[in-house]
């Protein structure tokens, strides 16, 4: 798409995506032609994500909200087919662990409330997610995950998924 071209520009100053230095892990997405960008990034203090807007091509930004909790890091957007945008991230809360998401009908303005697409009840490191659409709505969430009870090791994990079966469980 022609908001696609926004990466193909070089950005000549460096900019700050959050207030202070409280701010890695950032994944932009283009939201149109206009130059308006929403970016979801990982705080250091207490690693939750917060949504951050560019209404010129990156030059500047506003940080608008946090939209997790600590320790639900680090996020994906993803721009779906129904024009709606799908936040996933992953849950690192003890006693709630695995792959969430979170999804917006207004450009990022507002978002559902959260739910769990996976339980990893049992890994201990894991995350950066990254989803996709399909043709068919099927969404196709992959992440990186070790020590569960299969497979002891680094592996990746992916989840083939539909929004509305998910959104029914609350996490």
Request: aromatic content about 8%.
């Given at each position: 798409?022609?908001?696609?071209?926004?990466?193909?520009?070089?950005?000549?100053?460096?900019?700050?995506?959050?207030?202070?230095?409280?701010?890695?892990?950032?994944?932009?997405?283009?939201?149109?032609?206009?130059?308006?960008?929403?970016?979801?990034?990982?705080?250091?203090?207490?690693?939750?994500i917060d949504i951050s807007r560019s209404k010129?091509?990156?030059?500047?930004?506003?940080?608008?909200?946090?939209?997790?909790?600590?320790?639900?890091?680090?996020?994906?957007?993803?721009?779906?087919?129904?024009?709606?945008?799908?936040?996933?991230?992953?849950?690192?809360?003890?006693?709630?662990?695995?792959?969430?998401?979170?999804?917006?009908e207004d450009e990022g303005k507002s978002w559902?409330?959260?739910?769990?697409?996976?339980?990893?009840?049992?890994?201990?490191?894991?995350?950066?997610?990254?989803?996709?659409?399909?043709?068919?709505?099927?969404?196709?969430?992959?992440?990186?995950?070790?020590?569960?009870?299969?497979?002891?090791?680094?592996?990746?994990?992916?989840?083939?998924?539909?929004?509305?079966?998910?959104?029914?469980?609350?996490?």
């Amino acid at each position: 798409s022609a908001a696609s071209d926004v990466y193909k520009r070089q950005w000549k100053n460096n900019t700050s995506l959050v207030n202070g230095d409280d701010g890695n892990e950032s994944i932009i997405l283009p939201l149109n032609e206009s130059g308006e960008l929403l970016s979801a990034t990982r705080t250091h203090i207490d690693h939750h994500i917060d949504i951050s807007r560019s209404k010129d091509f990156g030059c500047s930004w506003i940080t608008e909200q946090a939209v997790t909790l600590c320790m639900q890091h680090p996020g994906d957007l993803t721009r779906l087919k129904d024009d709606h945008i799908l936040l996933t991230y992953a849950t690192r809360n003890k006693g709630m662990t695995g792959i969430s998401f979170r999804r917006s009908e207004d450009e990022g303005k507002s978002w559902k409330a959260p739910c769990s697409i996976v339980s990893l009840p049992d890994a201990k490191d894991f995350g950066y997610p990254s989803t996709v659409q399909m043709s068919n709505n099927t969404l196709v969430t992959a992440y990186y995950l070790s020590n569960i009870e299969n497979h002891t090791r680094y592996h990746m994990g992916v989840i083939i998924w539909k929004l509305d079966e998910s959104e029914r469980t609350n996490s």
